[in-house]
């Protein structure tokens, strides 16, 4: 693939938008009017100076700074600089990556290492981010691959809605940033992870050997080196679970993002896979103590001989997963994802007793206390699941609530939170209350226990008259 880079002139992204140029964004400081094109939030201070010292480059590279550049300077730590509204092409949805040049001082570089965050922002402020340590001195160009940026634990954004650029500051420092560039690889995935870097990145060493496995259809990537793993077997299962979510679904998901499950051979591999995964978007993550588990958009879980292809959690994790693409709902464990989740799980893998547990445990609520306590939006414990499950359920299926269920997940996403309190007065103009009322009924209708029938020769009672 033949890379290219934008050839705009200094700051004219916003007219070239216009005219609907779809050019990556070439961003320089050459315009003397900094204020127009950033704004700066937090404790930060910016100006357009003379470049600190010249480049020890080929003066022929084509991104090489020049001119004029920003100094960023922040005393406490905390600071934004961000291009304002208009300044960039809206749509990077085909770009594989971001570079910049970043110069530190000699006396910056003793005191000690620094972080900073390259930022892109949608409407919303919802965000794909990336921390970046520095600890250089003089001029260092940095190139990073977008599909390594991972999103806040509130909203998922989409790369086709990107607003802003934007640097931030996490610590004190001083430094100057110039020439940063967008770039397009021709024929590229965009900025989307693809089969083979996850290939890759779960199975060390081995992705392309024939013990890893991978069936994609639909939409939907499954990979295992898991041999007796039966791929098209659980693919369709998660096809079916993926088109029983989607009718849930409201419009404005991701369909450029690619929902996936991975499931290990060994459960050692994959209890260090969510670290592994992590570290390559700059990020920490410790090894998973459930039995699946889904990080950025990524399902993964390990073969069980006991289950075989039918283990359980491997269609709860594959509908985190979806839910992280399609409704753009970040999985932090909370009881809009976990109640979605377990509800297509139970619709599979029927939990014997389940009926007796809900009904038991329901009979023993007289408020909604705890259903309050549960959708606050906060994660939640296993042993919530049940009750995850059936307010989901309620708000899904009965008649007070069940058009508008599409509602409440746009209304969640808008509000980077999925706190039932202020969805049910937004989105269905209730309340707990009434939402307890409904609930109790849900639960007396799905999960009615019926009495076990008497034995043949089981003795008549005597006629009480």
């Known amino acids: 693939m033949q890379r290219r880079a934008a050839l705009l002139g200094h700051f004219v992204l916003a007219g070239a938008l216009a005219l609907g140029a779809t050019e990556p964004p070439r961003i320089d400081f050459e315009d003397e009017r900094l204020s127009t094109v950033w704004a700066a939030a937090g404790d930060l201070s910016a100006s357009r100076e003379a470049l600190p010292a010249e480049v020890a480059v080929d003066d022929a590279l084509a991104d090489r700074p020049f001119g004029s550049g920003v100094r960023l300077s922040s005393q406490d730590g905390?600071?934004?600089?961000?291009?304002?509204?208009?300044?960039?092409?809206?749509?990077?949805?085909?770009?594989?990556?971001?570079?910049?040049?970043?110069?530190?001082?000699?006396?910056?570089a003793e005191a000690g290492a620094t972080?900073?965050?390259?930022?892109?922002?949608?409407?919303?402020g919802g965000r794909f981010w990336?921390?970046?340590?520095?600890?250089?001195?003089?001029?260092?160009?940095?190139?990073?691959?977008?599909?390594?940026?991972?999103?806040?634990?509130?909203?998922?954004?989409?790369?086709?809605?990107?607003?802003?650029?934007?640097?931030?500051?996490?610590?004190?420092?001083?430094?100057?940033?110039?020439?940063v560039r967008v770039h397009d690889d021709?024929?590229?995935?965009?900025?989307?992870?693809?089969?083979?870097?996850?290939?890759?990145?779960?199975?060390?060493?081995?992705?392309?050997?024939?013990?890893?496995?991978?069936?994609?259809?639909?939409?939907?990537?499954l990979v295992t080196d898991a041999p007796d793993l039966d791929l098209e077997r659980v693919h369709a299962r998660l096809d079916e679970a993926a088109t029983y979510v989607d009718a849930l679904l409201p419009d404005g998901g991701d369909a450029l993002r690619t929902p996936r499950l991975v499931?290990?051979?060994?459960?050692?591999?994959?209890?260090?896979?969510?670290?592994?995964?992590?570290?390559?978007?700059?990020?920490?993550?410790?090894?998973p103590g459930s039995g699946g588990y889904t990080l950025l958009a990524i399902a993964h879980g390990a073969w069980d001989a006991s289950y075989g292809s039918d283990r359980p959690t491997f269609v709860h994790e594959f509908v985190h997963s979806y839910l992280s693409c399609r409704a753009l709902l970040p999985n932090k464990t909370e009881w809009l994802q976990e109640g979605i989740a377990n509800h297509v799980q139970m619709r599979f893998h029927r939990q014997e007793g389940l009926d007796e547990l809900v009904t038991d445990a329901a009979a023993q609520l007289d408020d909604p206390t705890l259903i309050e306590q549960v959708t606050s939006g906060e994660p939640i414990s296993t042993r919530r699941y049940w009750?995850?499950?059936?307010?989901?359920?309620?708000?899904?299926?009965?008649?007070?609530?069940?058009a508008d269920f599409p509602d409440l997940i746009a209304a969640a996403r808008a509000n980077g939170s999925t706190a039932l309190g202020p969805l049910l007065a937004e989105v269905h103009e209730s309340n707990y209350a009434e939402l307890f009322i409904e609930w109790r009924a849900w639960c007396a209708e799905a999960y009615a226990v019926t009495p076990p029938e008497p034995p043949a020769d089981a003795p008549v009672p005597d006629d009480p008259r």
């Open 186 to 221: 021709e024929g590229g995935p965009g900025p989307f992870l693809v089969a083979s870097e996850v290939r890759a990145l779960a199975f060390e060493g081995r992705a392309e050997t024939e013990a890893v496995r991978t069936h994609a259809a639909n939409g939907i990537e």
């Open 130 to 179: 990336r921390k970046l340590e520095l600890d250089h001195a003089g001029w260092r160009r940095v190139e990073l691959p977008l599909a390594r940026f991972g999103w806040q634990q509130t909203r998922i954004p989409r790369w086709d809605r990107i607003r802003h650029f934007g640097v931030f500051l996490r610590d004190a420092d001083e430094l100057v940033i110039d020439a």
């Open 387 to 402: 009750l995850a499950m059936t307010v989901a359920e309620t708000l899904m299926h009965r008649e007070r609530y069940a």
């Open 78 to 108: 905390g600071g934004l600089l961000y291009t304002r509204e208009g300044a960039l092409a809206s749509d990077w949805s085909a770009y594989e990556s971001i570079s910049l040049w970043i110069w530190r001082s000699a006396e910056r």
């Open 263 to 287: 499931v290990f051979a060994e459960d050692a591999d994959y209890r260090a896979f969510a670290p592994r995964l992590a570290g390559a978007f700059a990020r920490d993550a410790t090894s």
């Open 115 to 124: 972080t900073i965050e390259l930022q892109m922002i949608e409407p919303g």
